[in-house]
């Protein structure tokens, strides 16, 4: 390549907030979030993720179009967006629409106040996403806002309060809240209820007050700055960035540009930089020179020519859709079918954030096998010019365009000019499909563009293309196909010929990359009989088909739609003479949502840099099990600014570690046991020199035998974690002898990760005095970090602080496997003796932290004609990873939710927990407790099938009475669950759902409708039962204003604002009075961690016991002054020298269980609840829709109502990830391929229920906790089980259509993958998996 002119740089000019920032060292490879964050220190926008798939770091970019002549205001990632793209824009972050000080804007108050923000972490992208929508449209259609959030992600909310909050933007919801069904207002159809139910003591209350908000009023918004108009206006001149590694620049004119790649053939053209911008960060790929192109009008231009319209290499998806969706509008329909083609694929393809910027040429130059448009392209026949500086060529977009993966016929100097798309003529038709794991924003598994033209007036087959991504390295044609049904009929006969030649030409090796290859090539016959039905369809509309399509068959060419969501939440208002200032039991915001909303509540990575502050990149293994032989330092040292490699050597203390025992290390010392474990860590000045530095690190390893991957691996092997735990109730003898009949199962539960929007994080700060440090930490366990932190180092526990002020979420994830980083950069920050921090990037925690545990579940089940089951032999398999970590407990909890709510007469529950080569798996919300349910539900299922019998009914037959007693000998007190399941069966309309869905399933064969009732019951302690302890620290200041530390921390949940509601109702004064800051261990000491759903519970009676101290202590002085107030007291105490600073501590009493005598109390209670929920499938593809799910959840006498509702439908979509969506896939070695949310996909907003009900159980105190509350965090998780039920019941009508009857294995979680195998038909039968054991999958499931 050329030397590229270095000789000057050009100033970037930009505004952010309505301020101008002059840039004059504008870094290439800077994106702008870290430009924000780091230089700007504007941390609202957060960084989840950096490839674009989370949403969190979205901010609006405006800017001038001198085309158009307006000015485009735009949602985008700031993590990809490079900071040199956006010269002479306008940069808005969430900081610059509002303030807590200042004034919230509406869209900040509505997410907060309709309790859509818990742990924040998403909140400042969702605004933001909604911000730009309200900016370019200030009354949006339900449909806009759901688009408009396409590309964010929240892992807390369940999305439904948001949801709830915005729809009070929309048009038709002005003046009323509307949440409830149909259009009837919400409080309407609760007041209903409530009068059905018969109870006149309690009033409703809705959770919010819509009247309370703030008009939207778009005249106040910030104004695009009049300066960049004038900038905007001026002739554009050819720019130059130039950057440590890649120089940046935007030519001037088209002739500029196609000089410039004729100077330098290798330098890489970026428009949205969506695709360029995930290769530098993830693959390391380096492009020295990058040419940005996206100013050029040539490529910009959109024309109508006689063929159709051309549309140049740079326009955004965005505007491609909008032009064609106006073409659509006012064409006639038989000329659009291609255009209508592209607006389907559009409006799944990633979110709006990308399709804001990602361009049609980079979409075709990436030459992705999985491109959505790709596709459509080939088989429409569509036409590319190419340009360089010798001329133009016009190259036909066919099998020849894509010459191999990635790589097209395009030369090193030309560039993608502009692309026709056509018009179809009559007689012609055309239909694209997707299939992807989720329907929003994922990426493809098979898509396919699929064109027929008829010769005129017939249904003959004159010409064929059908195009298809997923099925190779390429996008490709199935020419051969195509070539055989030229000159058919269009009739079954086609169609079943079609189908076979399809699957003869549409092959993939057994060991294909990407896998699930039995699914992918049943979906290319799938998806071509969805093409058939469309056609035929369309033909007999036109009088050219014999037959239309059949009535049942219909609903197969339905494309999908989805009705907007609505919701209805019941909960008991507080009783009437409750004091105003009393706020137990009300819908209280939490208390952080306004200062999340604004982006001004910090979490860890928010703090300020110190001044000689590092930056840590982790060194992880790439070999599942070998021995270290060398670590080559040397290029990583040659980085500019790193400053040290650390390894085991440098670890003053012990390099023994872990959270039970010490069975792990900080650092690796000779030996790696996974893929992902840490061998050492890179600290660099910054951020990009530290991670840069860390790739460079060159380890030579010894491989070692046996690598063990899967349970299975570990059943042959025997490599088990020892103890073995057993629970056994009965004769397990005699209860088979007694059952009519006996069945066998197996099921497989995947793993999970948390996906907590933050990822881990420590700062730590050595305090160069007596080994002092002091620790900033996203964890749920400061006294473990503290701990473990001061047995690397060496020194007393007492030397070391750790701080949490809140998590970005948490889910278990940071209980245990967040000192594994905290450990290493304290060693790293007392090496270099300066503050040292490090946040993980998404794909690091993936890789290195572990999630759930995968469980596999074998079973014997014996039970009567009758359903009632007599004897259950079960064993459980779990993967536990690398190291013991928190293992042993959550087998544990899996056995002591074995029998779910019923009462199993003869009961045997034996766990074994896997010691595997994989990064070690930890806890995560319900600890084991829904695995083991899990399998409780799937035998279940079994019984009713095996005896013909309706699951609900088998399930009711088999459940606990009041006062029956477990496997475990814990007697039943308090049992609601019978009232939470009359209830979900009244609410839920169950009797009559299941009648029209037996109609629905008549009528249509390739959908189906399912619906499921599912019960649970979660015990309430740690099992541990040292851990049922807490320590509270309440001061109370002179001008009466209180302070609280407790031991929990705060990770969305809520717990700080329950403890302030408790401390509120305690001393008897409004909660505005009291505030909680931090969680640190030099104010309590010892804490557990935030756990086990119990923290409520403990640190609440922490806290009201240190609150009762200090009111004794007062009560003197309100005796002598009655008429006084709290300030009054407080004085009069302070000047009398009192004590006003006191601590509480709790005790859970009566709990320990021995598992040798199966005895003694593992709990000290247990929460209920019950979901029903109805899916629908679509047998063809293995999608499907959640459409509707009621939960009724006992939760005592709820704290906080809005609060509680939040945890119920936040762990239930946690839940629905769990068991329908999410799948970590590993290769053979125990490779991690599903690294981040592009390959892991998470539940978005488009999968909650269309109409989700929960109620709150009334008139249920618990008298084991505080104020007669329960706990919430855990125990719903598993009522998702409702979901996987129901598609399992789905899925059984479809088999029995298809004559396959009686009991099957579904393993979790139910992916389309699995649905579609499961759902047996003749397409099925055309692709048959490949033969295990005859080759090498590219994925095993662990
Ligand atoms: C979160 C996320 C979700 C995504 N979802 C989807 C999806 O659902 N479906 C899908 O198909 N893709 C998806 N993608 C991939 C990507 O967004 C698209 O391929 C996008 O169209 C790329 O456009 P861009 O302008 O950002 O490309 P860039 O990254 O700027 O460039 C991509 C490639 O095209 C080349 N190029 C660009 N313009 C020209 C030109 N005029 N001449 C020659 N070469 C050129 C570049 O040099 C580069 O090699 C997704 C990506 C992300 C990050
Ligand atoms: S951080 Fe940008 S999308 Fe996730
Ligand atoms: S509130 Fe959305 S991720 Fe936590």
Redesign the pocket.
């Known amino acids: 390549m050329e030397e590229i002119n270095k000789t000057y740089q050009d100033d970037l000019i930009l505004f952010v907030n309505g301020k101008k920032i002059v840039e004059k060292n504008a870094e290439p490879e800077l994106p702008l979030?870290t430009y924000l964050r780091k230089k700007l220190c504007l941390t609202g926008a957060?960084?989840?993720?950096?490839?674009?798939?989370?949403?969190?770091?979205?901010v609006m970019v405006s800017k001038f179009d001198s085309d158009r002549k307006i000015i485009v205001h735009k949602a985008l990632?700031?993590?990809?967006a490079p900071v040199c793209s956006l010269h002479l824009c306008a940069v808005t972050t969430v900081e610059g629409i509002g303030s807590v000080a200042r004034k919230l804007h509406p869209v900040q108050e509505r997410i907060a106040k309709a309790h859509g923000s818990q742990c924040g972490f998403c909140t400042p992208?969702i605004v933001m996403s909604m911000y730009a929508l309200l900016r370019n449209n200030a009354q949006p259609t339900m449909r806009d806002i759901e688009e408009a959030f396409q590309?964010n992600l929240c892992r807390c909310t369940g999305y439904r309060p948001i949801l709830e909050g915005y729809k009070t933007f929309t048009k038709q919801q002005k003046g009323c809240c509307l949440r409830g069904e149909a259009g009837v207002c919400h409080v309407i159809s609760v007041q209903k209820e409530e009068t059905q139910s018969g109870d006149s003591t309690n009033s409703v209350q809705q959770l919010f007050n819509p009247s309370e908000f703030m008009p939207l009023d778009p005249t106040q918004e910030i104004i695009f700055p009049p300066e960049l108009m004038s900038l905007s206006k001026q002739p554009v001149r050819e720019l130059r960035f130039i950057g440590e590694r890649v120089q940046w620049i935007q030519p001037s004119s088209l002739a500029n540009l196609l000089q410039l790649k004729a100077e330098n053939p290798a330098a890489k053209l970026v428009v949205g930089n969506t695709e360029v911008g995930i290769e530098m960060k993830f693959k390391n790929l380096l492009y020295p020179v990058i040419l940005a192109p996206a100013y050029i009008p040539e490529l910009n231009s959109i024309q109508y020519t006689e063929n159709g319209i051309v549309f140049g290499a740079c326009v955004t998806l965005t505007l491609l859709g909008d032009v064609l969706h106006t073409a659509v509008d006012e064409l006639p329909s038989y000329q659009t079918e291609v255009f209508q083609a592209v607006l389907q694929q559009l409006r799944w393809f990633a979110g709006q954030?990308i399709r804001n910027v990602a361009a049609i040429g980079g979409n075709i130059m990436t030459a992705s096998p999985i491109s959505d448009l790709n596709p459509v392209f080939m088989a429409a026949g569509c036409k590319l010019t190419l340009m360089s500086k010798e001329g133009i060529r016009v190259l036909p977009m066919d099998d020849k365009f894509f010459i191999d993966y990635r790589k097209t016929a395009l030369k090193p100097e030309e560039i993608l000019l502009c692309i026709e798309i056509p018009y179809t003529k009559k007689g012609q038709y055309f239909s694209a499909f997707k299939q992807s794991s989720r329907k929003e924003d994922d990426i493809a598994i098979v898509t396919c563009g699929m064109n027929v033209v008829f010769l005129e007036g017939s249904n003959i087959v004159q010409d064929m293309h059908l195009s298809y991504g997923g099925m190779g390295p390429t996008t490709v044609l199935a020419s051969a196909t195509s070539r055989r049904l030229v000159g058919r009929q269009w009739d079954d006969t086609l169609m079943q010929d079609a189908c076979s030649f399809l699957a003869e030409e549409m092959t993939l090796s057994p060991c294909a990359p990407g896998g699930m290859v039995a699914y992918r090539r049943t979906l290319t016959v799938s998806l071509f009989f969805k093409f058939f039905l469309t056609v035929q369809h369309k033909l007999a509309q036109e009088d050219l088909s014999a037959e239309d399509v059949r009535a049942d068959y219909a609903s197969a060419i339905d494309l999908s739609h989805m009705d907007s969501p609505t919701s209805i939440q019941l909960f008991q208002a507080v009783p009437s003479g409750q004091k105003v200032d009393d706020m137990i039991g009300r819908p209280i915001m939490h208390l952080s949502a306004m200062k999340q909303a604004t982006g001004e509540a910090v979490y860890c990575d928010d703090i300020p840099c110190y001044e000689n502050e590092l930056y840590l990149a982790l060194v992880t293994s790439s070999k599942p099990h070998a021995y270290i032989k060398s670590i080559d330092t040397s290029d990583a040292m040659a980085v500019p600014g790193v400053v040290t490699f650390v390894c085991d050597q440098d670890i003053p203390g012990s390099n023994k570690t872990g959270p039970a025992v010490y069975d792990e290390t900080v650092l690796a010392e000779d030996k790696v046991t996974c893929v992902g474990h840490i061998v050492g860590a890179v600290v660099a000045d910054t951020q990009a020199h530290a991670q840069r530095a860390a790739k460079a690190v060159r380890i030579s390893y010894e491989d070692l035998q046996p690598v063990i991957v899967t349970i299975q691996d570990a059943i042959a092997s025997e490599s088990f974690y020892q103890p073995i735990r057993t629970i056994e109730r009965g004769d397990l003898t005699q209860g088979f002898q007694e059952a009519d009949n006996i069945l066998q199962g197996e099921i497989h539960i995947g793993g999970q990760e948390h996906f907590y929007l933050e990822t881990n994080c420590t700062v730590a700060v050595p305090r160069g005095e007596d080994g002092e440090m002091e620790l900033f930490v996203s964890t749920q366990s400061a006294a473990k970090t503290q701990a473990l932190v001061a047995k690397a180092l060496g020194v007393p526990a007492s030397h070391i602080v750790c701080r949490v002020k809140r998590m970005g979420g948490g889910f278990g994830g940071k209980e245990s496997r967040s000192s594994i980083l905290s450990t290493v950069v304290a060693v790293a920050a007392h090496k270099v003796k300066r503050p040292v921090r490090c946040m993980l990037d998404?794909e690091e925690d993936m890789l290195v932290t572990g999630g759930r545990h995968p469980f596999f579940g074998r079973y014997k089940v014996g039970f009567k004609r009758n359903g009632k089951v007599m004897a259950v032999d079960v064993t459980y398999y779990s993967n536990a990873g690398n190291s013991a970590d928190l293992s042993l407990s959550i087998m544990e909890r899996a056995l002591f939710h074995m029998d779910n709510c019923y009462n199993i007469p003869h009961i045997r529950g034996t766990g074994y927990i896997c010691r595997t080569n994989l990064p070690s798996n930890t806890a995560f919300r319900g600890f084991g407790g829904p695995q083991g349910m899990m399998v409780t539900e799937s035998w279940m299922n079994d019984v009713a099938l095996a005896c013909g019998l309706a699951a609900e009914q088998v399930r009711e037959m088999n459940m606990y009475k009041q006062g029956d007693l477990t496997p475990f000998h814990q007697r039943l007190e308090q049992f609601t669950i019978h009232r939470c399941w009359q209830e979900c069966l009244t609410i839920s309309d169950f009797c009559q759902r299941k009648a029209n869905i037996e109609l629905y399933n008549k009528q249509h064969r390739w959908t189906k409708r399912g619906l499921s009732i599912i019960p649970t019951k979660f015990g309430i302690s740690f099992t541990a039962v040292f851990l049922n302890q807490a320590g509270a620290l309440v001061h109370i200041y002179t001008d009466g204003s209180v302070l609280i530390t407790h031991g929990g921390t705060e990770m969305g949940q809520g717990l700080h604002t329950k403890m302030v509601q408790v401390a509120s109702r305690t001393l008897e004064i409004p909660s505005t009075k009291i505030h909680i800051s931090e969680t640190s261990t030099n104010t309590v000491p010892n804490t557990s961690p935030t756990a086990a759903s119990a923290s409520s519970d403990l640190n609440g009676m922490a806290v009201y016991n240190a609150c009762k101290t200090l009111l004794q202590r007062l009560e003197p002085y309100k005796a002598r002054n009655p008429t006084g107030c709290w300030e009054n007291w407080v004085t009069a105490a302070y000047f009398d020298r009192v004590n006003l600073s006191a601590n509480g501590f709790y005790k859970t009493p009566d709990l320990g269980y021995n598992f040798e005598t199966n005895s003694g109390h593992p709990f000290n209670y247990f929460s209920y609840g019950v979901a029903v929920s109805e899916v629908e499938i679509d047998c063809l593809t293995g999608s499907h829709k959640n459409l509707h799910t009621s939960i009724v959840m006992d939760v005592g006498k709820s704290l906080n109502p809005a609060l509680d509702i939040g945890q119920v439908e936040g762990a239930f979509m946690q839940g629905v990830g769990l068991f329908t969506l999410e799948e970590l896939r590993y290769s053979s070695q125990g490779y991690l391929y599903t690294r981040g949310?592009g390959m892991y996909k998470i539940p978005a907003f488009g999968d909650i229920p269309t109409e989700l009900k929960v109620s709150l159980l009334r008139d249920a105190p618990n008298d084991k906790a505080i104020f007669s509350s329960k706990a919430v965090g855990e125990p719903p998780l598993f009522l998702a089980a409702s979901v996987f039920y129901a598609i399992k019941d789905a899925i059984t009508a479809a088999r029995t259509d298809a004559g396959v009857l009686g009991p099957f294995r579904l393993d979790s979680p139910a992916t389309p993958e699995r649905i579609r195998n499961a759902c047996q038909d003749t397409f099925t039968k055309l692709c048959p998996p490949p033969e295990p054991g005859t080759y090498a999958p590219w994925d095993v499931r662990v």
Do not use: H, I
């Open positions: 979030l957060k960084l989840g993720c950096a490839e674009g798939g989370c949403g969190a770091c979205t990632n700031a993590c990809l992208g590309g954030q998404r949310p």
